[in-house]
């Protein structure tokens, strides 16, 4: 019973990292570090091969999740970011800070120092220079293999590296539409470059992050939080006038509440 409740916990937990992943703003790093998956999930890729059984055992329910989310989410994402954009930004800016108690707990686990505060500013400038630098010009090129694989390293960006938006970086290219329409239709040609760069990214990083994080675990989280602020910022659509404004509030309210306590009864 144990594991199955185990199981369904991932599966959920991977659900709304699939979702944020696809989400302008939200970062599904940031979020699998305030659940407390991000380091094992390093460990298990890393560890692959010699702890095959119980490192699929953990990663499967992520991923199973995670798909189903960047799926479903997909169906009523063009929709929703066209007619309610402003409220679904809030309600996922909510989500995030329903998990930064966790977050926090798990970055001070070994106590917190003062000079934490020296990565956190200085990723929160990095994210501040990177949400202004990506090139629009990528908006008006045509969509190549090149461009596809470029938008698959954003994409793995976005999931390993804690506080990085991909969606955000993909509005930014000109290309989140065109990806969320391939992804509905199962354009295997879109799909197959994607993947490609997602998986070249990811390989890349997971390995470096793993040490970072093993290594020096307050400055790396507290490096991501940095992250995580300057994202939030980047997206922050203000605020709108009367009925608007109580619906975004709202939203926002029940993003935290709903995190902050789906977190504290699946703790294990």
Do not use: C
Not at 40 to 65: E, Q, T
Not at 142 to 151: A, N
Request: no cysteine.
């Amino acid at each position: 019973m144990e594991k199955n409740l185990t199981f369904i916990k991932l599966i959920i937990y991977g659900l709304l990292l699939g979702i944020a992943s696809i989400m302008p703003g939200m970062s599904g790093g940031i979020l699998a570090i305030a659940f407390g998956l991000y380091e094992p999930a390093l460990d298990a890729i890393v560890n692959i091969k010699a702890h095959f059984k119980k490192s699929l055992l953990f990663l499967l329910p992520i991923f199973i999740g995670a798909v189903t989310g960047i799926f479903v989410f997909s169906v009523i994402m063009k929709p929703l970011i066209q007619n309610y954009e402003i409220s679904i930004i809030y309600f996922f800016i909510g989500l995030v800070l329903g998990s930064l108690p966790s977050f926090l707990k798990t970055a001070n686990t070994g106590g917190f120092r003062l000079l934490y505060i020296l990565p956190l500013l200085l990723f929160f400038a990095l994210g501040m220079i990177f949400a202004g630098a990506v090139d629009s010009n990528i908006k008006n090129a045509e969509i190549t293999p090149l461009i596809l694989l470029l938008s698959g390293g954003v994409l793995a960006l976005g999931m390993v590296v804690p506080g990085v938006s991909s969606s955000f970086v993909l509005i930014q290219m000109g290309v989140y539409e065109k990806i969320l329409s391939a992804l509905l239709a199962f354009d295997f040609y879109y799909i197959l470059w994607i993947g490609l760069g997602f998986l070249i990214i990811a390989v890349l990083l997971v390995k470096l992050l793993n040490i970072a994080f093993k290594k020096y675990h307050g400055f790396a989280s507290y490096g991501a939080l940095g992250f995580l602020i300057s994202s939030i910022i980047a997206v922050y659509p203000g605020t709108r006038q009367g009925i608007g404004l109580i619906i975004d509030i709202f939203l926002l309210i029940i993003g935290s509440l709903f995190v902050y306590i789906f977190m504290k009864k699946t703790k294990k």
